[in-house]
């Protein structure tokens, strides 16, 4: 079956700490992308890949570090500068082309930093 | 610069009713591509449709069409007779060709609630 895993499904940290997610996909997709979802708002993205060892920041990217050493891992680091970290993040891929393809999405990670 | 609006925040009908989520964009570019995905309570968004910009076609699939207009730079999604399974909240996302390469800047979505 061909997706995308993140793991932990939920995640809790002391303030201060760095912590990293995960995101690992098997659809041998090019583009991967993290995004971060608080309650009742939209997705805002982080960072994205279009390729291996490749990254853009995307529109809230302080406070967030990503590596792409591997096609089917993206991880993503949330650090101690990030001030608000408390959030539903998702991490996506999808292929890339001349045209736009739709996006696929992991399960999401729940952050809580107390 | 890009931009989606999803003016309903929340809808609530009965089930059996069609309901209709409005959506609608800014965009600079010429070629573009519009999205709607659906994010249930379990939080994993799930792709429902893709069009492009050149194609103002509706489309139909089984309960759900959208209706692509240009000229009101909407792009409506309706679902006929709802069921409780509908209940979930949606996205609509747009992607510009050419500019800000590969990134989808989604809607704040609508979430939908159908009872029984």
């Known amino acids: 079956d061909g997706g995308i895993t993140q793991s932990p499904k939920y995640l809790f940290r002391k303030e201060g700490q760095n912590v990293t997610l995960s995101c690992e996909q098997n659809?041998?997709?090019?583009?991967m992308y993290w995004y971060r979802q608080d309650p009742g708002q939209g997705l805002r993205l982080i960072y994205y890949?279009?390729?291996?060892?490749?990254?853009q920041k995307g529109d809230i990217a302080e406070g967030y570090s990503v590596s792409r050493e591997k096609k089917e891992s993206f991880p993503l680091t949330v650090t101690s500068a990030q001030k608000n970290p408390t959030a539903f993040y998702l991490c996506?891929?999808?292929?890339?082309?001349?045209?736009?393809?739709?996006?696929?999405f992991g399960p999401g990670t729940r952050l809580t930093v107390t | 610069a890009q931009k989606v609006t999803q003016a309903q925040t929340e809808i609530s009908v009965v089930e059996k009713e069609d309901v209709t989520l409005d959506c609608v964009y800014e965009t600079r570019d010429t070629t573009y591509y519009l999205f709607w995905y659906k994010q249930p309570p379990s939080g994993e968004l799930v792709f429902l449709i893709r069009r492009n910009s050149f194609d103002e076609q509706n489309e139909i699939s089984g309960r759900y069409s959208w209706n692509f207009q240009k000229s009101t730079s909407s792009f409506n999604f309706t679902i006929t007779a709802s069921q409780v399974v509908d209940s979930a909240v949606y996205f609509c996302?747009?992607?510009?060709?050419?500019?800000?390469?590969?990134?989808?800047?989604f809607g704040d979505g609508t979430t939908l609630t159908v009872k029984p």
């Open positions: 659809l041998n997709h090019d583009a």
């Open positions: 996302a747009l992607s510009e060709a050419n500019t800000n390469a590969g990134k989808s800047t």
């Open positions: 996506a891929s999808s292929r890339t082309g001349t045209t736009y393809y739709e996006q696929y």
């Open positions: 890949s279009q390729i291996v060892n490749d990254f």
